[in-house]
């Protein structure tokens, strides 16, 4: 089996991965359809969101033994621009696979004196340095610089981002 590149609509991924499961299922010539993503916070209407964003917008993954069989197919589904013929190694889909896993189980790597960027909130774009951790809590003591003077802000993982 090999893995080839299907470019599709971006933004319309999860939908166009679905309408080439539903068609390739009835011929069962398909293993695996991949969406590479990560988790990212959103702030929609003041509240935090953990959306899946896609590493390669515009692009599906898919195995198969050869895309020749199932090309005809493939290109007449609403969303689909092209098929690459180049098949991707397993080394590549790999470090997707990794990447992915990775972000799952995902938490900032903090130390004390470390540099950080302020992310969310309204000191965000901010930068500043640890000074307290509490990793049961998942909260963090940032000091920062404003107006030459220090101030020290007690935010949350989710708020920073290591530099």
């Keep these: 089996m090999k893995w080839y590149t299907i470019r599709i609509t971006t ?4 939908k166009t991965k679905e309408l080439i499961e539903s068609e390739l299922k009835i011929k069962n010539i398909v293993s695996n359809l991949l969406i590479p993503t990560e988790k990212t916070i959103q702030v929609r209407k003041g509240k935090k969101v953990y959306v899946d964003k896609p590493y390669f917008p515009g692009y599906i993954f898919i195995e198969c033994e050869s ?3 199932i090309e005809g197919i493939i290109k007449h589904i609403n969303g ?3 098929i690459l013929k180049n098949p991707l190694t397993n080394e590549e889909i790999n470090r997707f696979l990794i990447k992915d896993d990775r972000e ?3 938490e900032p790597i903090l130390y004390l004196g470390q540099r950080i960027k302020i992310i969310d909130g309204p000191f965000s774009s901010f930068f500043g340095t640890v000074t307290k951790l509490d990793q049961n809590s998942q909260k963090v003591k940032v000091n920062i610089q404003l107006f030459e003077r220090e101030m020290l ?3 949350t993982f989710s708020q920073i981002t290591e530099l």
């Design 104 to 106: 799952k189980n995902k």
């Design 153 to 155: 802000l007690d935010l």
């Design 67 to 69: 895309i020749g069989e």
């Design 11 to 14: 933004g319309k991924e999860k």
């Design 80 to 82: 689909v621009s092209s």
